[in-house]
């Protein structure tokens, strides 16, 4: 199965910008429906962004739809997160995982480390 690992949080001003990294392990990282979720402190996991394999379809969750933008480099077994126009609320650890389509929420119940965002105020 496929291994993910995080990276490119930190702490940013409001306004600020950050770019995260999501590496897989393996070669069939290329089939499979890619996206990222977050987990402010005190509260659920929730659907951020996610993006197909195949196509290139995006969907964003309505927080974070003009600020955000997900990509993926097939070749580099690696999905992204740009994060621009950053608010207090995005604070939170972000996640990828694989992805349901249908159901826009993930394929698998396990979940890495995550990557930790602070923005300031």
């Known amino acids: 199965q496929v291994q993910l690992v995080e990276s490119g949080g930190g702490l940013v001003q409001a306004g600020g910008s950050l770019r995260l990294s999501c590496v897989g392990s393996?070669?069939?990282?290329?089939?499979?429906?890619m996206g990222w979720f977050r987990q402010a402190p005190g509260k659920e996991r929730e659907f951020v962004a996610a993006?197909?394999?195949?196509?290139?379809?995006?969907n964003y969750a309505d927080s974070v739809q003009g600020r955000f933008t997900i990509s993926r480099d097939n070749g580099k077994n690696t999905v992204y997160l740009q994060m621009n126009s950053l608010k207090p609320e995005d604070t939170g650890v972000y996640y990828c995982?694989?992805?349901?389509?249908?159901?826009?929420?993930?394929?698998?119940?396990?979940w890495g480390q995550g990557t930790r965002v602070t923005v300031s105020s």
């Open positions: 995982n694989v992805v349901d389509w249908a159901a826009m929420r993930s394929s698998f119940d396990d």
């Open positions: 393996g070669l069939m990282f290329s089939r499979y429906h």
């Open positions: 993006t197909s394999w195949s196509t290139g379809n995006t």
